[in-house]
């Protein structure tokens, strides 16, 4: 079974439009995470969720917000996407005083033309 | 906040040889330090992690290294194989205030391991 699974695996879509990226998690962690990865392959925190609570909110356009329905879920809605949105997101997950830390999911890699 | 510079950038070995890639921290406050793994078309897998109260880890061909007074730690790859071609991160875990719990990267190290 996936421990973080993502949805789509890619997302080829034109400006201007809206798009969603869902996350779900079946370890029972308590927080989760959305990671941006850049051409370099660059990692950059974007955003955690800690039970379904906003705890990091990296300086990220306003166009880009979280949602986190449940603690096992978190998802990514991006509105009027730009060319330089283009990326692989990745959803990770973990656990408060856990050893082991994070585990990503296997990424949706957003092309905007 | 956090600032984490991992070196080289790309490494290329002969299968065999042994491989070795650095990172320096900022915060002295940090105190966990994951190191993964990235394949091609894949999310980074953790492959090995030290805490600040240990100063080496191994298991198996990999072991990391953690000198906190300097602020740097290091992975160290033994007998490479093709298949541990990859892109390695390295990251350090914030410990307080708004950092706490944050995982900062490195940049990354793409390995390349020739037969």
């Known amino acids: 079974d996936t421990a973080v699974s993502q949805t789509p695996k890619y997302l080829v879509t034109q400006m201007g439009n809206d798009k969603s990226i869902k996350c779900e998690q079946n370890l029972g962690h308590d927080t989760m995470y959305w990671y941006k990865q850049d051409s370099k392959k660059f990692l950059k925190i974007m955003f955690s969720y800690n039970n379904k609570e906003l705890i990091i909110n990296e300086t990220v356009p306003n166009r880009f917000s979280p949602k986190s329905p449940d603690k096992a879920h978190l998802n990514l809605h991006i509105n009027s996407l730009e060319l330089g949105d283009s990326a692989v997101y990745f959803c990770a997950s973990s656990q408060e005083g856990q050893i082991g830390g994070y585990t990503f999911g296997s990424g949706t890699r957003l092309t905007v033309v | 906040g956090e600032n984490v510079e991992q070196h080289p950038s790309t490494l290329s070995v002969q299968e065999g040889d042994s491989a070795v890639i650095k990172c320096t921290y900022s915060?002295?406050?940090?105190?966990?330090f994951p190191w993964y793994k990235q394949e091609l078309g894949k999310g980074p897998q953790l492959i090995i992690d030290i805490r600040s109260n240990v100063g080496e880890k191994k298991d198996q061909r990999i072991a990391v290294t953690l000198n906190k007074t300097a602020k740097h730690f290091s992975l160290h790859i033994t007998e490479t194989q093709p298949e541990d071609s990859a892109v390695y991160f390295c990251?350090?875990?914030?410990?307080?205030?708004?950092?706490?719990?944050?995982?900062?990267f490195g940049q990354g190290t793409i390995l390349t391991v020739h037969p």
């Open positions: 915060d002295s406050a940090s105190n966990y």
């Open positions: 990251a350090a875990e914030g410990a307080g205030g708004t950092s706490y719990g944050k995982l900062t």
